[in-house]
Each structure stands twice: as structure tokens, then as C-alpha cells.
């Protein structure tokens, strides 16, 4: 699912600004067109494929506050009054009092993995273990929602536009889709722990976009591309300068479960036709872009983005096996989604990147659809 298009950034911002990759120099600008790998979801496609890498097993987690990661009981956004949380992340849901019978809780379960058992790729004897295992690994490779207040220099807004960018430059390098979660995860945790200036906020981005594409990719970009992308504000030793601290910074732990990821393994439960793809893809890249949904866990932002993606085209919110296998029930999927759209409508319209991707027909067109918020 790569995303890129060029804008001209706020001045303010300084270097983290980039008008001029409109064209290539000299014509001796090699991009590399890459087949996306099995086990990827491309929202141009409308298979959904199950394998994601695994994460390893002597991994040392970053600890974070769970306090800090969960939606703030007194916020709006709060995913309401349904009882405390477990471990897990998940909300103990008070069904004496809440519960009401509908069609998640009696249809029927559909096992999604029976059709893929002789697909070696798609590791079905413990893919659902998988899955387990990155539901509480997200607690700890998430960010708190208040690192901005340990910024000087840089806030949100310089944040958004920045992701924006990166989101630009990912379609035009044809990237695939985990190394845009991973590289926007990088920055947030290392922004987290460093303090960072104005002009050195763009070199911390790119040089999170090539850690990334080195992990994910086959052919990662160049680094006379990264370069030549950020108009020559940085060199290319600076850039190497910068992984190296990054890295250190973050004790070299790279890997995460990212909303996509969760996200491919939701639309296999929920049986995704493409519309339903190209929705959830367009409804979750665009969450990369809010500092405020850094509330909620990525599992969280993914089943709000099928929620709304299957209410818009009209059929049910949630099902039985989506209950089953996204362990999250519909009321506890709504408060979310909620958020979400919030922040869509409130984004500002100078940044288009998202937008501008997923109006393109080769992604179904889905920005001109009408996203429908009665719930």
C-alpha cells in the first residue's frame, strides 16, 4: 500500500519542508518498483493476506505507563464506563449491566484460518498465538500521550505535517505499508526520549523512514535519495550520523506490532471485500497523522478503521467472529471510532497527503466516499 505526493510546507517549519522533488535531476534518480511480499495487505487488492513477521522471542520490552497509553478516563474521547482493564489492554465489560443481545453475540463464528491450513505462509497453527503475543507487545512499544510536553521547540501541529510528508515520500519511493507504521512508531519513541530542534526534525524523519525500509524492504531507498528528497538539507553522513543515535536511543528494539498489522488480520475476520480494503487502509493511514489518537493502542485504531469502513458500505458493524478473533466487542469498538472520525474532521486541509493517495482510482477513489458517523 505505498503513499506519496509532493506539498509545499509552512515556512515556519524551516527544514522540515520540502518543495522541490517534483522532478528528478539529471534523470538519474533510480526508484526501484518492488512486488509487495506475501502476508502484506494492499489496498489496491482485494485478497487479505494472514502471514506478518513474528516478533522475537528475546525482544526487552520499552515499559510504558499503561495509564498513559489508554484513552484518559476523563477525556471525551474516553472508551466509556465498561469496567477496568486487564492486562492485556482489553476492558472488562460489565455484560450484568451493559450487555445487550444483538447480532455479534449470536451469529456464528467462522474459522478464518481453516482455508489457509495447507499455506505454509500463513503459519495457521499459531497465528492466533501471534496475534496474542503482539496484543501485549503494543502496550509496550507504544508512546505516551503526552511526550510533546517534554518538547521545546517542536508540537504537535510540526508533527502532523511532518508525518504528512513522510507519507508522500512512502508512495513515491512505492514502499510497503508496515515501513510507514514503523517509521512513524520510530519517531514518536524516539521523540519520546530526546528532545529535538525545529530544523533537525525532518533529518530525525527520513533517517526513521530508512531504519525502517531497511527492516521491511527488499530494496530499501538509496541514501543519495533521501538525500535528494529533503532538498539536500542534510547530507548523507548526517543522515548515518542520526541512525546511529536513533538506534542507541531506542536500544536498537525495532520491531512492533503496528496497527497494520492488526489491521490485516481484522479484515481477514471480517471477510473484507476491496471497498472494505481500501476504507480501512484510507481511515487508518489516516490516524499516522493525529498526535491526540496516540491514546489508543493500535489494535484499537484498526478495529475502529473495519467498524467504520463496514458501516459505510452497509453492512454490519461488527460480527461474531470479528468478536472473536479482534477481542473487542462492538461497545467497546464505538467510542474509538468515534475519535477517530473526530480527528478526521477536525485535520487540518493542509494536510492532504492521505487524502490525495486514496482519491486516486488506483485506490478505489475512497477519500470522495461519504464516511458516515451515526453511531
Given at each position: 500500500?505505498?503513499?506519496?505526493c509532493?506539498?509545499?510546507?509552512?515556512?515556519?517549519?524551516q527544514d522540515?519542508?520540502?518543495?522541490?522533488?517534483?522532478?528528478e535531476k539529471?534523470?538519474?534518480?533510480?526508484?526501484?518498483?518492488?512486488?509487495?511480499?506475501?502476508?502484506r495487505?494492499s489496498?489496491d487488492n482485494?485478497?487479505?493476506m494472514?502471514?506478518?513477521?513474528?516478533?522475537?522471542h528475546?525482544?526487552?520490552p520499552?515499559?510504558?505507563?499503561?495509564?498513559?497509553?489508554?484513552?484518559?478516563?476523563?477525556?471525551?474521547n474516553a472508551?466509556g464506563n465498561?469496567?477496568?482493564?486487564n492486562r492485556?489492554?482489553?476492558f472488562?465489560?460489565?455484560?450484568?449491566t451493559?450487555?445487550?443481545l444483538?447480532?455479534?453475540?449470536?451469529?456464528q463464528?467462522d474459522?478464518i484460518d481453516?482455508?489457509?491450513r495447507?499455506d505454509?505462509?500463513?503459519v495457521?497453527?499459531?497465528v492466533?498465538?501471534?496475534y496474542?503475543?503482539?496484543?501485549?507487545?503494543e502496550?509496550?512499544?507504544?508512546?505516551?500521550?503526552i511526550?510533546?510536553?517534554?518538547q521545546?521547540?517542536?508540537?504537535?501541529?510540526?508533527?502532523s505535517?511532518?508525518?504528512?510528508?513522510?507519507v508522500?515520500?512512502?508512495?513515491k519511493?512505492?514502499?510497503?505499508p508496515?515501513?510507514?507504521?514503523?517509521?512513524?512508531?520510530?519517531?514518536?519513541?524516539?521523540?519520546?526520549?530526546?528532545?529535538?530542534?525545529?530544523?533537525k526534525?525532518?533529518?530525525?524523519?527520513v533517517?526513521?523512514?530508512?531504519?525502517?525500509?531497511?527492516?521491511?524492504?527488499?530494496?530499501?531507498?538509496?541514501?543519495?535519495?533521501?538525500?535528494?528528497?529533503?532538498?539536500?538539507?542534510?547530507?548523507?553522513?548526517?543522515?548515518?550520523?542520526?541512525?546511529e543515535v536513533?538506534?542507541?536511543?531506542?536500544?536498537?528494539?525495532?520491531t512492533?506490532p503496528?496497527a497494520?498489522a492488526?489491521?490485516v488480520?481484522y479484515?481477514?475476520?471480517?471477510h473484507?471485500?476491496?471497498?472494505i480494503?481500501?476504507?480501512s487502509c484510507?481511515?487508518?493511514?489516516?490516524?499516522?497523522?493525529?498526535?491526540n489518537?496516540?491514546?489508543?493502542?493500535?489494535?484499537q485504531?484498526a478495529?475502529?478503521?473495519?467498524f467504520?469502513?463496514r458501516r459505510?458500505?452497509?453492512?454490519?458493524?461488527?460480527?461474531?467472529?470479528?468478536l472473536q478473533?479482534?477481542?473487542?466487542?462492538e461497545e467497546e469498538v464505538i467510542?474509538?471510532?468515534?475519535?477517530?472520525?473526530?480527528?478526521?474532521?477536525?485535520?487540518s486541509?493542509?494536510?492532504?497527503?492521505?487524502?490525495?493517495?486514496y482519491?486516486s482510482s488506483r485506490y478505489g477513489?475512497v477519500?470522495?466516499t461519504?464516511?458516515?458517523?451515526?453511531?
Amino acid at each position: 500500500m505505498p503513499v506519496f505526493c509532493l506539498f509545499r510546507l509552512l515556512n515556519f517549519l524551516q527544514d522540515v519542508t520540502n518543495s522541490t522533488i517534483v522532478s528528478e535531476k539529471n534523470g538519474n534518480k533510480p526508484l526501484v518498483e518492488k512486488r509487495i511480499p506475501a502476508g502484506r495487505l494492499s489496498s489496491d487488492n482485494t485478497a487479505v493476506m494472514p502471514a506478518v513477521r513474528q516478533q522475537p522471542h528475546d525482544m526487552n520490552p520499552v515499559h510504558v505507563s499503561r495509564n498513559a497509553v489508554m484513552p484518559r478516563q476523563n477525556s471525551s474521547n474516553a472508551i466509556g464506563n465498561y469496567g477496568p482493564q486487564n492486562r492485556s489492554g482489553r476492558f472488562v465489560y460489565d455484560q450484568s449491566t451493559q450487555h445487550q443481545l444483538s447480532y455479534q453475540h449470536s451469529g456464528q463464528v467462522d474459522n478464518i484460518d481453516e482455508r489457509d491450513r495447507d499455506d505454509p505462509l500463513c503459519v495457521t497453527d499459531y497465528v492466533q498465538d501471534m496475534y496474542e503475543h503482539f496484543r501485549e507487545r503494543e502496550i509496550h512499544t507504544s508512546v505516551r500521550p503526552i511526550y510533546m510536553e517534554g518538547q521545546q521547540h517542536i508540537n504537535e501541529r510540526m508533527r502532523s505535517i511532518l508525518v504528512d510528508w513522510l507519507v508522500e515520500v512512502h508512495l513515491k519511493f512505492k514502499l510497503v505499508p508496515e515501513t510507514l507504521y514503523l517509521t512513524i512508531n520510530l519517531i514518536d519513541r524516539y521523540l519520546e526520549k530526546r528532545e529535538v530542534s525545529r530544523p533537525k526534525l525532518q533529518l530525525v524523519g527520513v533517517t526513521s523512514l530508512l531504519i525502517a525500509s531497511k527492516y521491511e524492504e527488499i530494496y530499501p531507498p538509496e541514501l543519495r535519495d533521501l538525500v535528494y528528497i529533503c532538498d539536500r538539507a542534510y547530507s548523507k553522513q548526517e543522515i548515518l550520523d542520526m541512525e546511529e543515535v536513533i538506534l542507541k536511543t531506542l536500544e536498537y528494539q525495532i520491531t512492533i506490532p503496528s496497527a497494520h498489522a492488526f489491521l490485516v488480520r481484522y479484515l481477514k475476520a471480517a471477510h473484507a471485500d476491496k471497498k472494505i480494503v481500501q476504507l480501512s487502509c484510507y481511515i487508518l493511514d489516516g490516524t499516522l497523522q493525529s498526535y491526540n489518537l496516540l491514546h489508543y493502542l493500535p489494535s484499537q485504531l484498526a478495529a475502529a478503521a473495519v467498524f467504520i469502513a463496514r458501516r459505510v458500505v452497509g453492512r454490519n458493524s461488527w460480527s461474531p467472529t470479528l468478536l472473536q478473533y479482534a477481542g473487542y466487542c462492538e461497545e467497546e469498538v464505538i467510542p474509538v471510532a468515534r475519535a477517530v472520525l473526530a480527528e478526521k474532521a477536525s485535520t487540518s486541509p493542509e494536510l492532504r497527503a492521505v487524502n490525495k493517495k486514496y482519491t486516486s482510482s488506483r485506490y478505489g477513489g475512497v477519500a470522495n466516499t461519504v464516511i458516515v458517523s451515526d453511531f
